[in-house]
């Protein structure tokens, strides 16, 4: 039996899932860096502007019988120097030419971002400290969840 129970909520961070039965620390190595935990149960927004090409695979994910992992990270090394300006314009990329996604799936892309994660790290006179906040963009004034 297990030491805790589930409180049936939202995941306050992403190590929870390491208590998820058959999660393994191999499984977690591989899925965390594409992974976040946010305070609300939607779809995350995907921002291509923000994407490095090694994070391709959140691209490729959309509609993987479709959008291969070669195409995505072509797509995304091929960005236009300022970023799509519009959503129409990133699924209208040469590269994806032909690409069918649903369109569930293709909401998900939006060029506005409404969370970052701020990692802050301080050392000083043999001390250190470590901290990771969730920033909310969508008020007026930005603020830590």
């Known amino acids: 039996g297990s030491a805790w129970r589930p409180s049936n909520a939202l995941f306050a961070d992403v190590s929870e899932l390491g208590a998820v039965r058959g999660m393994t620390p191999e499984l977690m190595s591989v899925a965390a860096p594409f992974l976040c935990a946010l305070p609300e149960a939607a779809p995350s927004a995907i921002n291509p502007n923000l994407l490095a090409p090694e994070q391709a695979v959140l691209i490729a994910m959309l509609a993987p019988e479709t959008i291969g992992l070669g195409q995505a990270r072509a797509m995304l090394s091929a960005r236009p120097p300022a970023g799509w300006t519009s959503t129409v314009d990133f699924w209208r990329s040469p590269v994806l030419a032909g690409a069918q996604v649903p369109e569930e799936a293709a ?17 000083a006179g043999g001390q250190s400290l470590a901290a990771t906040s969730l920033i909310d963009l969508t008020t007026p004034r930005a603020r830590i969840v």
Not at 107 to 123: A, M
């Open 107 to 123: 909401g998900q892309i939006r060029l506005r971002s409404r969370w970052f994660e701020l990692r802050t790290s301080v050392s």
